[in-house]
């Protein structure tokens, strides 16, 4: 940066830097631009005092500068040199991305398009996992949170809590369903956060329905036993839709949790 500059002129170079470097120069290709555009010529001496960096530096940045045309060589001794118009810069960039865009559209799109199995993320998770993959899932939830507790814990995962929590802090709707039948867990500690429901019929594998977006499904390998909790996590929005749909049928047929 040009020293023995005011505040607001330092602020306003960087400014114009960061635009130089959206044009696709590096930092150090952008101070060195910027020198040239701001004094409209100059050698590599004053542009080495002016931002600091080695004439060695400066020399490999103004071949570069060189090679895209980017600055022009002038004929003085010492030799100096000038900046191109910033225009002619951004009107390269545009018809680069222009290009750029046109083959996307000719030749990656039809990839994407050919390949639709491509964008189904899955995770197989297990025990602690399944939590952990809870409260990431819970973290960038926007609007709904829909859950289906087949499996009753003792008690709930303070982490698992705590994500649901934070979820309903933000304003994200949260609705939970529950057996209808004797649990260890205190319903009523959910109650005011939560929308809590008791439903008669309960899938044997739980769901936990983000946005309608992505889910996670998980159960006991062996139903009513002790044994491993496995799950799997999907983020495929046709399937996500499917689970909605149990989830809201349940849901209508379910009763509020009274403490």
């Not at 399944?130 to 409260?135: D, T």
């Not at 594998?205 to 799997?232: K, Q």
């Not at 689970?243 to 049928?249: E, G, H, K, M």
Request: glycine letters at 6%.
């Amino acid at each position: 940066m040009m020293q023995g500059v005011s505040q607001s002129d330092k602020l306003k170079s960087e400014k114009e830097i960061k635009i130089l470097t959206q044009l696709g120069l590096t930092k150090d290709e952008a101070q060195v631009y910027h020198v040239l555009l701001v004094s409209k010529e100059s050698t590599v001496g004053k542009i080495s005092r002016s931002i600091n960096f080695s004439r060695a530096k400066i020399y490999g940045i103004i071949d570069n500068l060189l090679a895209d045309g980017i600055v022009v060589e002038g004929n003085k001794h010492p030799k100096t040199y000038f900046p191109v118009n910033p225009k002619e810069i951004s009107d390269r960039k545009l018809k680069t991305m222009q290009k750029a865009a046109e083959l996307v559209d000719e030749k990656l799109a039809p990839l994407y398009k050919s390949k639709p199995v491509d964008y189904l993320e899955t995770l197989t998770v297990k025990d602690m996992e399944i939590f952990s993959q809870v409260v990431d899932m819970c973290d960038r939830a926007n609007e709904t949170i829909d859950v289906i507790a087949a499996i009753l814990p003792s008690e709930m995962p303070r982490n698992v809590c705590k994500a649901f929590s934070d979820a309903s802090g933000r304003g994200i709707k949260v609705r939970m369903l529950f057996p209808d039948k004797k649990t260890n867990i205190d319903l009523s500690r959910l109650q005011g956060f939560f929308e809590v429901r008791l439903a008669k019929s309960i899938p044997a594998a739980g769901i936990i329905l983000i946005d309608n977006n992505e889910f996670c499904v998980g159960g006991l390998d062996v139903p009513d036993s002790d044994n491993t909790l496995i799950g799997m996590w999907m983020n495929q929005p046709e399937l996500a839709r499917l689970a909605n749909l149990i989830f809201d049928n349940l849901y209508q047929a379910s009763k509020e949790y009274k403490a």
